[in-house]
């Protein structure tokens, strides 16, 4: 049973935005900093963003100043608001835990961003 499942991907144009959700438990929530990653075809996946469990950020340079990571507590749910999408954001975004856990590895929600 997947316990973290992502949505909220798409095709955009370049310039375009979109907004990523990854709903988890509530118990996952509670202990632990939470991260959106990405991998592009033939890349290996890396670190996009991070939120602490008390709400500091942190964001890669390549998305700086256009993405938000945010986090519900309550719900357990984490977003990426995500503008002024690039091609080179074009990949497959999946939330996990920071550091992350194998076992929390879901399927991930498509982003492709045309130029």
């Known amino acids: 049973q997947a316990q973290l499942v992502e949505s909220g991907g798409g095709v955009v144009q370049a310039g375009g935005s979109l907004r990523l959700s990854c709903q988890a438990s509530?118990?996952?929530?509670?202990?632990?900093?939470m991260s959106w990653y990405r991998q592009a075809p033939g890349n290996q996946r890396e670190l996009v963003a991070t939120?602490?469990?008390?709400?500091?950020?942190v964001y890669t340079g390549s998305v700086k100043g256009r993405f938000t990571i945010s986090r519900d507590n309550a719900n357990g749910t984490l977003f990426l608001q995500m503008h002024s999408l690039k091609p080179e954001d074009t990949a497959v975004y999946y939330c996990n835990t920071n550091p992350a856990q194998r076992v929390f590895w879901g399927q991930g929600t498509q982003v492709t961003v045309s130029s």
């Open positions: 939120i602490t469990r008390i709400g500091r950020t």
């Open positions: 509530r118990y996952i929530f509670a202990r632990h900093d």
